[in-house]
């Protein structure tokens, strides 16, 4: 039995809390924020997972101190906008060599960096791994079979984060990729807003065909830019993950680019979803990092002109389908 501190306590905590004790370990939650914590007391179930009940055995807490010291293991797993703050109160309580896992996907809009990387920076006394791969809370907390992957600088820290989560309805995967694992994670939700707007527009299954396999090789483009293996993109972290957040309603970008198809503004999309739209931040993100490393990202490109320029959507899927020829690989006829 390990002991788990689990830091956020939305519904990915949640359904990340019913796993790990289910798996026998003991867990606490905590959030900063007091509401959610009482409601979890009271309900033993969050208000954005129904259904998923918490055992009476985990504990809640509003202390950070209570949800970290002693604790073998913490899950980061707050919004991708929070992790910075968040990592600047660990930093006061977490102890030298304490494993940290992030759990959210995102790239810090004004530095460009990955997650795991804003935790390093600002909690360097801490051994920090990754988790990614399609895996959505609704589902994890009922139980229902998941793969992901665990990304860490060292095999051993990869592999002891990989049997506290590891069970039969939840198999683990490690990687020692963690860049190309987080910008996976962070590029998909771009793609899958724009996955969502063509959704809206009431384009069919050939158009998101078309966008999750061209998004891919955007991601990968730039991932491999930057230093990722390509192998990865091909994986759960970035292929898997892509597939699940274009193609579900439990996607809350897809179901924002969905209502951004039908007309709405960014800010009236994000308002009706009520929760964090995590590709609405690594939008901008993208577009820096492409300029940077001098990569063509068309669909994200078009995704930030709706976005952010108050571009109308269909025309931007007419401009992506009008772009000059293409070959579609880099091989040439003999």
Not at 51 to 79: C, H, M, N, P, Y
Request: charged residues 20%; proline residues 2%; hydrophobic residues 45%.
């Amino acid at each position: 039995m390990a002991r788990i501190g689990i830091i956020g306590a939305g519904s990915w905590g949640s359904a990340l809390a019913v796993l790990l004790h289910n798996n026998g370990h003991e867990v606490c939650m905590w959030s900063k924020l007091e509401d959610e914590i009482e409601m979890l007391k009271l309900r033993h179930e969050h208000k954005s997972l129904p259904g998923v009940k918490l055992s009476e055995e985990i504990q809640f807490t509003v202390d950070l101190k209570e949800a970290v010291r002693g604790k073998d293991l913490l899950v980061l797993a707050v919004a991708s906008a929070y992790t910075r703050q968040t990592a600047k109160l660990l930093a006061k309580v977490v102890s030298p060599g304490q494993v940290i896992v992030n759990v959210s996907k995102g790239i810090e809009d004004h530095t460009l960096m990955t997650l795991s990387q804003v935790v390093e920076e600002e909690v360097p006394q801490a051994v920090v791994a990754v988790m990614s791969g399609p895996s959505h809370a609704e589902e994890v907390g009922r139980g229902l079979p998941t793969t992901i992957v665990v990304g860490a600088e060292k095999k051993e820290t990869a592999q002891f984060v990989q049997n506290i989560f590891m069970s039969e309805v939840f198999r683990v995967y490690i990687s020692p990729d963690v860049l190309g694992m987080e910008l996976g994670g962070a590029l998909k939700n771009v793609v899958a807003l724009a996955a969502g707007i063509a959704d809206g527009l009431g384009y069919g299954d050939n158009t998101k065909a078309a966008l999750i396999t061209r998004g891919i090789i955007e991601i990968a483009r730039l991932g491999t830019a930057m230093g990722g293996k390509y192998e990865t993109f091909c994986g759960l972290s970035g292929i898997g993950d892509l597939i699940v957040t274009c193609a579900s309603m439990h996607s809350r970008n897809r179901r924002a680019g969905i209502l951004i198809g039908k007309g709405y503004t960014m800010e009236e999309a994000m308002k009706e979803v009520n929760m964090v739209v995590e590709g609405v931040y690594s939008a901008k993100a993208a577009m820096a990092l492409a300029k940077k490393y001098q990569v063509s990202l068309p669909i994200i490109e078009q995704v930030n002109a709706v976005l952010f320029d108050h571009k109308n959507a269909a025309d931007a899927v007419r401009e992506l389908m009008l772009r000059d020829r293409k070959m579609e690989i880099s091989q040439e006829w003999g």
